[in-house]
């Protein structure tokens, strides 16, 4: 069983939908969590970073975390074909920990 | 306003021919990273500087080394490349004197091996 499973997609979903991204995780002691967009041919961009069960709301994006079901959601309301990237979710243990385990990604494709 | 900064952005080398890919980055992070990236997978990290401390990871090949002459710039260095070290190489800082700090990523360098 890998560290971090997520759902590779493809997904597609017409403009204006609500998206709903997922990764499951197996390691307890993982503390941190974080949501990457990458578009084609660039790095990684930090969308979310939370470290606390419940939900942070940044704009058209939430991002929810549950540890005790090791279940961690990002949701994009209003979704626009500029949304149209991978997501990649990663998490690590603690502070001072420098390994991210990153899901392998899901690729959205917003239609307009 | 770029922060992790990687040239080339594209890069082609012959197998078994050095090649160094550079990053710079602005942020004064004190923590740099190498990944490497292949098609639809996820990052995978090679080895982080904490300063000027060098971490290589268990299972990185001999074959690819790094270099850190000062806060701002870091190198990696494959000293003969396969075909199978086409990649994506993603360079990442973060601060690690704050706690919890994540990770920012520059928008790599695509290489190519003939």
Redo the contacts between chains.
């Keep these: 069983q890998k560290e971090v499973e997520q759902d ?1 997609g493809p997904l597609s979903v017409p403009e204006g939908a609500i998206v709903s991204l997922n990764c499951t995780y197996s390691n307890s002691a993982f503390q ?1 969590f ?1 949501w ?1 967009r990458q578009y084609s ?6 969308l979310m ?1 939370t ?1 606390s069960s419940g939900n942070k709301e940044d704009g058209r994006f939430t991002a929810q975390v549950d540890k005790s079901s090791k279940y961690i959601s990002l949701f994009i309301r209003d979704s626009q074909p500029s949304d149209s990237a991978t997501y ?1 979710c990663a998490m690590r243990v603690e ?2 920990s ?3 385990t ?4 899901t690729k959205l494709s917003v239609i307009p | 306003d770029a922060m992790v900064i990687q040239n080339p952005r594209y890069q082609v080398t012959q197998f078994g021919k050095p090649v160094t890919l550079s990053c710079s980055q602005t942020l004064n992070h004190n923590v740099m990273y190498w990944y490497q990236q292949k098609s639809s997978q996820a990052p995978k990290l090679l080895f982080h500087y904490y300063d000027k401390d060098f971490n290589n990871e268990a299972d990185t090949p001999d074959n690819f080394q790094s270099r850190r002459p000062n806060t701002s710039f870091c190198f990696l260095d494959i000293r003969s490349p396969g075909l199978g070290d086409a990649a994506m190489y993603l360079c990442a800082t973060s601060s690690e004197d704050r706690d919890n700090q994540p990770q920012h990523f520059g928008d790599g360098t695509r290489l190519s091996i003939l």
């Design positions: 590779p941190y974080m990457y041919r660039k790095g990684p961009e930090l970073y470290y990649l502070a001072g420098y390994q991210l990153f899901g392998k990604g």
